[in-house]
């Protein structure tokens, strides 16, 4: 089982933006969690609980971002095209707004470029008699837990009235 992380779509956009801009432009990037808000909504999925759902806003900031050097816009795709291919569901979730980027002008070869992405997520727990969380008269932990899928079924029976 792995470790679950609030904040893991942050951490894997900051992971996935490091490799992209080169060592040069990652080493001036700074990212952070902000304006958290958390949905009390509960789902049961098999082996654990999505217990409720954060979101947040993360502020990527780059200062000395050399923009004749590398394109912003280069960035800003990288940025859209890893939400597309790893966040799918956030085109499912209600008021869940686009990036938002800001660009200002440091000198004729840098800018500071601060790009903010609204995430939601949610907080999984499995049921742990040591836990720190009390809830529903038993303890929890904060865990990622499995969710099986059948791969095949057998003995479908189809009612039709």
Same mark, same amino acid.
């Given at each position: ?5 609030? &904040? ?6 900051? #992971? %996935?933006? /490091? =490799?992209? !801009? ?23 999925? &098999?082996?654990? %609980? ?9 502020? %990527? ?12 816009? =280069? ?16 085109? #499912?979730?209600?008021?869940?707004? $686009? ?9 004729? #070869? #840098?800018?500071? !470029?601060?790009? /903010? ?5 949610? !907080?999984?727990?499995?049921? $742990?008699?040591? &836990? ?23 003995? !479908?029976?189809?009612?039709? =009235?």
């Amino acid at each position: 089982m792995t470790q679950y992380e609030a &904040g893991y779509k942050m951490r894997d956009l900051r #992971n %996935f933006l /490091s =490799v992209v !801009v080169g060592d040069k432009i990652a080493k001036r990037m700074e990212c952070e969690m902000g304006k958290v808000e958390l949905k009390l909504e509960t789902k049961h999925m &098999g082996r654990g %609980f999505d217990l409720l759902y954060q979101r947040y806003y993360a502020d %990527f900031y780059v200062d000395k971002f050399p923009f004749k050097e590398y394109d912003p816009a =280069v960035l800003f795709a990288n940025v859209g095209a890893w939400l597309m291919d790893n966040d799918a569901d956030r085109f #499912n979730i209600e008021a869940l707004e $686009d990036p938002d980027v800001d660009v200002v002008l440091e000198d004729d #070869n #840098n800018a500071e !470029v601060l790009i /903010s992405v609204m995430f939601e997520e949610p !907080v999984k727990v499995v049921e $742990d008699p040591d &836990g720190p969380i009390y809830w529903h008269g038993h303890r929890w932990k904060i865990e990622a837990y499995d969710i099986w899928q059948a791969e095949r079924l057998t003995d !479908v029976v189809i009612d039709h =009235v």
